[in-house]
């Protein structure tokens, strides 16, 4: 377990950059002194303009482990303030501070000796510290049984397709709200409580569940979680749409 | 200008990194007093133990104009007002909510909503500010004072920990409660307080970080000492200044 690190500043290269789809970038950044993180943890990245100016924003970690390494994929926001440059701007090579590992309810903890399984639910962006939580998971032989449900609006929007698609210790179903892939046996739309009941495992397994998305989502997922009886100590959420 | 200043704004994209201890570059002018200078110096270099780092991301722009004095280092102002929880949304009716204080006599000072309402509500207008980077300036907020729930309750604790509906605690020193620092909240904006903002009634701490003002808020309970609550064990700061950027520990 890793959360037993403190919280500190960190300064980061950009090793590489990519995009992941049209308006999200996947970065790495090699930072020397990270301790590694959880599955599930997140960042503040801060950056500071030449005349002093500085702006902090969250972004959760799609890796985890101990490893100096660590990626991000971030989502441009229109008329944000800070995404528009980490997607469009910011060069390979480029330094940044960072500030972590942060989060420590968020996460999924491999060596855990709970065995229920575990449900994990993203919509859109929210997929990321997800991702990083069925990573993890790929990485160990035995353990809880995963399942993950990402909606998102096209095949163009979606994460980690390729990574997706080769994840063995996870069942991914992917819902798309808006058009979906060619030949998809199922028409696009969004994601409603009997095809969320009917994706996700049922409440007398007493699955352990996250969910991260947009607050409309999370809200929408998680009330319909505790109507199909789910415990809600049991569903852990976590929301965005906060600074941009 | 000051030298340490004209050396900070000279000093070229790059990493400064230092052995000196945290506040190397005191100016000569501390008539003002730290904390007050602590606020007012330059957001530029980052305060860590044992080190002091820079990196200037130059092609940075920014959105300036948002710039505000009264906003705290490292937030950033939104017109809406973002929803963050642990979970789901708690419905609680107002019909089955109470508020109790319990002290270490195990006394209970217990409020249902109408009784709540007797004890005098107060128009608040406030800044807020969550530990996820946002602040809402002049919000409007409605609530009775915690000062009136404490008038006839006796304890020699300092420390109270926050209960609410579904479970969430968080730790606050008596000393941050009162002197009309803080309130149960009914209202916000003009509107009886929606399940999702911690409807019907959450606690109003704006001096600190958003997570120390309890949403579902059911209850107080006299401490001895200054136990964490749910953030505070999971890595969040055991106060939450927002003004000394007391987000994590």
Known sequence: MITSNRVRWHLGRVISRQFETGSAVRLELAVPTWPGNDAGAHLDIRLTAPGGYQASRSYSLASSGESTRVVLVVQELPGGEVSPFLVRQLAEGEEVEVQGPLGRFFVWIPAEPEQSPVQLIAGGSGVVPLFSMASARERELKGAEFRLLYSVRSPRDEFFADELAELSRTVVEIVYTRESAPGAGRPPGRLTREALAASTFPASLSPRIFVCGPTSFVEAVAGWLVELGHDPTQIRTERFGGSR | ?249
């Not at chain 2, 990493?15 to 005191?26: D, E, F, G």
């Not at chain 2, 000393?175 to 009309?180: I, K, P, R, S, V």
């Not at chain 2, 909240?185 to 606690?203: I, K, N, Q, W, Y």
């Not at chain 2, 003002?213 to 749910?230: I, L, N, T, Y």
């Open chain 2, 1 to 249: 200008m000051r030298p340490w200043l004209t050396q900070l704004m000279t000093t070229p994209a790059v990493v400064v990194a230092s052995r000196i201890s945290c506040l190397p570059l005191l100016p000569p002018d501390t008539s003002i007093g730290l904390r007050a200078y602590l606020r007012t110096r330059p957001p530029r270099r980052i305060r860590q133990k044992g080190a002091v780092v820079e990196v200037i991301n130059s092609s940075f722009g920014g959105r300036r104009g948002s710039s505000d004095s009264r906003v705290p280092p490292g937030q950033t102002l939104v017109d809406d007002w973002p929803v963050l929880s642990t979970g789901p949304t708690r419905n609680v009716d107002e019909s089955r909510w109470s508020f109790s204080i319990t002290t270490e006599d195990k006394v209970a000072h217990r409020w249902n909503w109408n009784k709540l309402h007797q004890v005098g509500v107060e128009d608040i207008v406030t800044d807020i500010h969550c530990v996820t980077h946002w602040s809402k300036l002049d919000m409007a907020w409605r609530g009775v004072p915690i000062d009136r729930l404490f008038e006839d309750v006796e304890t020699s604790y300092d420390y109270v920990m926050v209960r609410s509906y579904g479970g969430y605690t968080t730790n606050l020193p008596l000393e941050d409660l009162l002197d009309g620092q803080a309130w149960v909240a009914t209202e916000a904006e003009g509107e009886p307080l929606r399940p999702e903002h911690g409807g019907p009634a959450r606690l109003l701490v704006p001096h600190l970080y958003f997570w120390k003002s309890a949403k579902w808020v059911r209850g107080m309970e006299m401490m001895p000492s200054d136990d964490p609550g749910f953030w505070e064990q999971n890595g969040y700061h055991l106060r939450g200044d927002p003004w000394r950027e007391e987000r994590y520990w």
